[in-house]
């Protein structure tokens, strides 16, 4: 049976708390990615930044040298490694989200999930993150 | 036989190339819309701007009060209406982008193919744009 674990991006972008806004930007762009995730010494997800974050940030006027922390996600939705693809498409109508962090049993980040890169699978894009 | 115009979004929020880049920005927060197209007189596709030229511009320090016509991509890629699925997947894996205008036969912008709104469909998830 086709598992998270089996479509999920492995080589996930994460992002100290303490960045500025500017510098998680430039990461994203550099990176190529659509979002980074924050974690702690626990490698618990503790926030997530996405590009619409940073058009918010940049359409509202938002000081973008703050640290990254002020302003990311901090309640993050995140699923299982072992959930099936039904368990992903209700996690994503319930909540409405594109970007899911997978976690394993002890809940510390292994990797990421995107609406955009299971996509990008059945075009046979290039998917470097969310 | 599906074809691309069932699966456009006809709702297309187009952009006028002499807004500057922070008011073209603003409509892409406030649209809630991944990118924006800007049109000639005649309805023909000439500058295509996405949430990801946005963050690359906001990387490189580039100055957002300066004309979108300036910065926007000139040589879009289009679609025609009544191309097939394959032939959207073809286009989409050559040019490995993500979004396509859609014309008509006298290549008039007539709607907008992602390949978000297209998953958004599958996941049951409100496309509002590209």
Redesign the interface.
Known sequence: MLLVKHMMLTNVITASPSMTV?ET??I???KHIGCVISIDENEKCIGIFT??D???L???DVE?DQPLGNVMTKNVITIQEDSSINEI?KT??IH?I?TLPVVNQENKLVGLLS??S???QF????SQNC
């Open positions: 500017k930007i430039e994203l762009y550099k590009e619409r940073a058009i918010r940049v359409a509202e973008l498409r994503i109508q409405s594109r609406v955009r299971v996509l990008d075009f046979g894009l290039n």
